[in-house]
T-cell receptor, first 113, second 111 residues
């Protein structure tokens, strides 16, 4: 069974570099969410796509973060330029509708050094 | 402010002992509450949601609006229950998967 897939699983980059994280949702899931967990803190919502449209991006921390979902399929989350405080685990989740079960990917561990 | 609090970072119990993972929330409206679980090297997955009133893998959770709590309970812990447990809240009555998570509790069940 194909679940939510995230690439890469780990990324180590230097401060100031750019990193792009990718999420492939479950096929047919219109709703896609990005979350992140910074070390020692709770998992926090970043944004919600419905198909290719941003439904809610209230959790995006600043303008160094750019999320896209071209064609309403996979999504990318770009961090440019990366800062040390961006280190953490970035999770993607998808759901068929906005209120049905959300299925999570395995996460991307981002380390900014 | 909307918040979910899980006061215990680690809960260690022996196999067969009762388990209670605490969760308190702060929200003025009518939230929907969830418990998610992440087993070692696996993905975060939904364990149960209060609106379903189900018992999953022997776990139950009752929403107590007076105490604003949603504690997760199991009468007899098993070793395979060892995992990270997250309590989460949907501020729109479950209308969206925009969730507010607690910091999680690591449950360690000793043999």
């Amino acid at each position: 069974e194909a679940g939510v897939t995230q690439f890469p699983s780990h990324s180590v980059i230097e401060k100031g570099q750019t990193v792009t994280l990718r999420c492939d949702p479950i096929s047919g899931h219109d709703n896609l969410y990005w979350y992140r967990r910074v070390m020692g803190k709770e998992i926090k919502f970043l944004l919600h796509f419905v198909k290719e449209s941003k439904q809610d991006e209230s959790g995006m921390p600043n303008n160094r973060f750019l999320a896209e979902r071209t064609g309403g399929t996979y999504s990318t989350l770009k961090v440019q330029p990366a800062e040390l405080e961006d280190s953490g685990v970035y999770f993607c989740a998808s759901s068929l509708t906005a209120n049905t079960e959300a299925f999570f990917g395995q996460g991307t561990r981002l380390t900014v050094v | 402010a909307q918040r979910v609090t899980q006061p215990e970072k680690l809960l260690s119990v022996f196999k067969g002992a009762p388990v209670e993972l605490k969760c308190n929330y702060s929200y003025s409206g009518s939230p929907e509450l969830f418990w998610y679980v992440q087993y070692s090297r696996q993905r975060l997955q939904l364990l149960l949601r209060h609106i379903s009133r189900e018992s999953i893998k022997g776990f139950t959770a009752d929403l107590n609006k007076g105490e604003t709590s949603f504690h997760l309970k199991k009468p007899f812990a098993q070793e395979e229950d060892s995992a990270m447990y997250y309590c989460a809240l949907s501020p729109y009555g479950g209308a969206t998967n925009k969730l507010i998570f607690g910091t999680g509790t690591l449950l360690a069940v000793q043999p």
